[in-house]
């Protein structure tokens, strides 16, 4: 069976730090990767997805990257943290087809202070 | 565009009560999905159920019922007799095709809160 794993779990940076969070997906190849933020209270907003190593789409200009550098990794990073990065990161996994169901992570919590 | 509406900010029922969330999407695609998620208060989502749009049959699983009219243009969730359990936002979304990856609309969630 397939399982996404996400780390840290939660995270306390300042303001102006770098930020690294990873998200990893076991018994599935070649899967649709995606990164959503979760403000408090809120909905969720896509940020980035890959549907392969090194390919990735931007849904909203941010301070935030993504990198896939492997086919089940997927990494989001900021080289300088903002006050209003604070939020809830999801990492979700899907199949091929663009019908296929979403999957997520437990997600890190990420406050910037 | 995609859009989905979830009207209902927060319910709060009591126990053993039946709650009925609401979903409503807007799509121009003839073919989509419709999926509803169970966030507990942990944070992670967890998947319920997916229908297509040419299967218009209600389900039922255990306590949980949803029943999909695209004459409404609703994908409704019901909770039968609640348990504390269930607390937890509630998010409704809409996939259509996209060309390659999974173009997914939540709607903006309900919080659902069982009382004993």
């Known amino acids: 069976s397939q399982t996404i794993h996400q780390w840290p779990a939660t995270l306390v940076q300042p303001v102006g730090s770098p930020l690294s969070l990873e998200c990893t997906v076991e018994g599935t190849s070649n899967p649709n990767l995606y990164w959503y933020r979760q403000a408090a209270g809120r909905g969720l907003q896509l940020l980035f997805y890959?549907?392969?190593?090194?390919?990735i789409s931007s849904e909203v200009p941010q301070n935030l990257s993504a990198s896939r550098p492997q086919d089940r990794q997927f990494i989001l990073s900021s080289k300088k943290l903002l006050l209003s990065d604070s939020g809830f990161y999801l990492c979700?996994?899907?199949?091929?087809?663009?019908?296929?169901?979403?999957?997520f992570g437990p997600g890190t919590r990420l406050t910037v202070l | 565009a995609q859009k989905v509406t979830q009207a209902q900010t927060e319910i709060s029922v009591v126990e053993k009560e039946d709650v009925t969330l609401d979903c409503v999407y807007e799509?121009?695609?003839?073919?989509?999905?419709l999926f509803w998620y169970k966030q507990p208060p942990s944070g992670e989502l967890v998947f319920l159920i997916r229908?297509?749009?040419?299967?218009?049959q209600n389900e039922i699983s255990g306590r949980y019922s949803w029943n999909f009219q695209k004459s409404t243009s609703s994908f409704n969730f019901t909770i039968t007799a609640s348990q504390v359990v269930d607390s937890a936002v509630y998010f409704c979304a809409l996939s259509g095709s996209s060309g390659g990856y999974q173009k997914v609309t939540f709607g903006t969630g309900t919080k659902l809160q069982v009382i004993p």
């Open positions: 890959s549907v392969g190593i090194g390919q």
């Open positions: 799509t121009r695609d003839t073919t989509y999905y």
């Open positions: 229908r297509n749009s040419f299967d218009e």
């Open positions: 979700a996994w899907a199949g091929l087809a663009s019908t296929d169901t979403q999957y």
